[in-house]
């Protein structure tokens, strides 16, 4: 999945920021493309983290956290790591999530599309 994701991101001629962790949320494989932002880095971990131990892309909470009428703090889930940026996905096979992968660093569009794309080399 990461030398997927480095390959994407050169063709785009941009950098970013990589990382997959195991069910719990934490890190097996990292990796950051010379150029890209150093805050990029807690960025993507903290996104795979997220997605990881929540179950659900990052995507999704965010836009339930900015809802206009039942939006809440994302402070609710008492853990600071916890982000709601586009880019970081679960990865599920057999049923089960299997891990989660983040790219942070690119524009946000582009981070949840190759998360997205990566996780279901591997996923479902």
């Excluded at 150029?35 to 990029?40: D, F, T």
């Excluded at 983290?49 to 929540?54: I, S």
């Excluded at 900015?66 to 809440?72: C, N, Q, T, V, Y």
């Excluded at 970081?88 to 981070?111: F, H, M, N, T, Y």
């Amino acid at each position: 999945m990461v030398e997927s994701i480095l390959a994407e991101a050169a063709k785009i001629a941009d950098t970013a920021v990589i990382a997959v962790v195991d069910p719990h949320g934490e890190p097996i494989a990292f990796a950051r493309m010379d150029g890209a932002p150093v805050s990029s880095i807690k960025i993507a971990l903290n996104k795979a983290y997220t997605a990881a131990r929540e179950r659900k892309s990052t995507e999704d909470i965010g836009r339930k956290a900015r809802d206009p009428e039942k939006g809440f703090d994302i402070a609710y889930f008492g853990d600071d790591r916890f982000v709601g940026w586009g880019g970081g996905v679960p990865v599920w096979r057999g049923g089960q999530v299997v891990g989660a992968i983040a790219v942070s660093g690119l524009p946000q569009v582009e981070d949840i599309r190759l998360a997205t794309w990566a996780a279901s080399l591997i996923g479902e």
